[in-house]
């Protein structure tokens, strides 16, 4: 069994890297003779492949340059591998044989699969470019100026890479669905490519990113969309949308809530009372991101009571007195808390007391 896994996991790396020089060559058909060599790293879930070119690869490239490459696996070529005298390798396939480095010696072993690719090299290759099966371009980057580097998967882990492709749509495509259900499942690679365009991230912060998205606009209402895309573009104006509203109800109502503020006698600490129709935590937030202050702000929900850094203070027991006045409960953190409760008509009340004991509070810390 360890014979075999061993066999397996040599056969993969092998695929990988007889793909590089089948990728290469795919690179050189589509672009041209300057495609040069600047570095491959192997793996076996995935091997990478750096090249000098002088602008980024386009999406519409990668496709031509994986079809390329699936059309040269396709085509069975048989690889030929002969230990050549270095001046008659020079003379038959000129320098391009040195794209991987140049080796040391007389007798050099050149590795050639005829109208794709030939370099001297050292490691070890299939027989014919179709046991490669297939080849999958997974990410394409620019890692520095005029050096492109391309993240691609052969055999086998094309299948896994793809199985993991199809979990992720189908874990974000279930978020979205009680906001934008979406009806037509097709290109889930290219789908799943732009949405994280859209979010500007990567394919495994993808899953996260719509998560807190959804989170931070709060829609409740269904709108069926065709494709991923659209739900991902809706999403996002819908986000931008709520940003802003958010901005704008904030810096009003906390200008009017500073305004209004209490300055304890012989102090430089300042209480805020407060209602508000936006949130009251990003309210409080806000408020008390200046020095100096103690915030309660009710926003018809809840009543949040926060205080700024350099105010000593533990505002736990008056959340729970508090939520107690309003018939429920409160608690949090000693610097930022919450409470509520069913009575409603309590909370002018509430918050006169909020003032009262905050007051009281940083007296005795006097
Ligand atoms: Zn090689």
Request: one cysteine or more.
């Amino acid at each position: 069994m360890h014979g075999k896994l061993d066999w397996d996991h040599r056969y993969t790396l092998m695929k990988h890297h007889t793909g590089t020089h089948v990728v290469n060559g795919a690179l050189r058909r589509l672009f041209g003779e300057h495609i040069w060599q600047a570095g491959s790293q192997l793996g076996v879930t995935e091997a990478r492949f750096d090249f000098a070119h002088y602008k980024p690869i386009a999406d519409d490239e990668i496709k031509k340059i994986e079809s390329i490459a699936n059309e040269f696996v396709r085509q069975a070529v048989p690889i030929q591998k002969k230990v050549m005298e270095r001046n008659d390798a020079e003379r038959e396939h000129g320098f391009r044989l040195y794209q991987g480095g140049v080796p040391p010696g007389n007798l050099i072993r050149v590795l050639n699969l005829p109208g794709i690719d030939v370099e001297a090299c050292g490691g070890t290759h299939l027989n014919n470019t179709k046991e490669i099966e297939k080849i999958r371009i997974l990410k394409t980057e620019r890692i520095q100026d005029g050096v492109n580097r391309i993240t691609f998967a052969a055999g086998k882990m094309v299948d896994v890479y793809q199985k993991e492709e199809n979990e992720l749509y189908h874990r974000v495509t279930m978020l979205l669905a009680p906001v934008y259900p979406i009806t037509l499942h097709e290109n889930i690679a290219e789908q799943l490519h732009r949405a994280e365009k859209i979010f500007s991230v990567s394919s495994d912060q993808l899953e996260k990113t719509i998560q807190r998205f959804l989170k931070e606009t709060a829609k409740k209402d269904k709108t069926p969309v065709p494709s991923l895309v659209d739900a991902c573009n809706h999403l996002f104006n819908e986000w931008k949308n709520a940003q802003k509203q958010k901005k704008v109800v904030s810096s009003d109502a906390i200008e009017r809530l500073q305004h209004d503020a209490f300055q304890i006698p012989g102090t430089a600490i300042k209480i805020v009372t407060g209602q508000c129709d936006a949130d009251a935590i990003t309210i409080a937030a806000a408020i008390i991101s200046e020095p100096g202050y103690v915030a309660h702000i009710y926003d018809g929900k809840k009543l949040v009571s926060a205080a700024s850094d350099n105010v000593e203070i533990d505002l736990r027991p008056l959340a729970s007195e508090i939520g107690k006045l309003l018939g429920g409960s409160g608690g949090g953190k000693p610097k930022l808390t919450q409470c509520g409760g069913p009575n409603r008509d309590k909370i002018n009340e509430s918050l006169k007391t909020a003032k009262q004991l905050t007051i009281q509070q940083l007296k005795k810390h006097e």
